[in-house]
Nanobody
Framework: QVQLVESGGGLVQAGGSLRLSCAAS????????MNWYRQAPGKQRELVAR???????NYLDSVKGRFTISRDNAKKTASLQMNSLKPEDTAVYYC???????????????WGQGTQVTVSS
């Protein structure tokens, strides 16, 4: 079985910073991408940042220049450094990984339980 465990959420004032971490464990052959999504109340879940196994990154336009995603392939971890936070960044943040559990298996999506980020104005 595969588990993704997030940590690092919390309450911060606008302009502040938070760092989210995600650790993958279990029967993992390879991780294709590690991603951070978020879902605010009444809104759809959206992709915030993505990092591939080779280190290529993609960001939601509204977080470019403020958020940085990184990944440690050996440790099977990913982090999201969030700076200059705004109230509109308030959401539950989810770690997601597209990964293979065996050499012959197709890649599948796995999700963490989510961590709350609240930015006060």
């Amino acid at each position: 079985q595969v588990q993704l465990v997030e940590s690092g959420g919390g309450l911060v004032q606008a302009g502040g910073s938070l760092r989210l971490s995600c650790a993958a464990s279990g029967s993992i052959f390879s991780i294709v991408t590690m991603n951070w999504y978020r879902q605010a109340p009444g809104k759809q879940r959206e992709l915030v940042a993505r990092v591939t196994s080779s280190g290529t990154t993609n960001y939601l336009d509204s977080v470019k220049g403020r958020f940085t995603i990184s990944r440690d392939n050996a440790k099977k971890t990913a982090s999201l450094q969030m700076n200059s936070l705004k109230p509109e960044d308030t959401a539950v943040y989810y770690c997601n990984a597209l990964l293979k559990t065996a050499i012959w298996s197709p890649p599948n999506d796995y999700w963490g339980q989510g961590t709350q980020v609240t930015v006060s104005s």
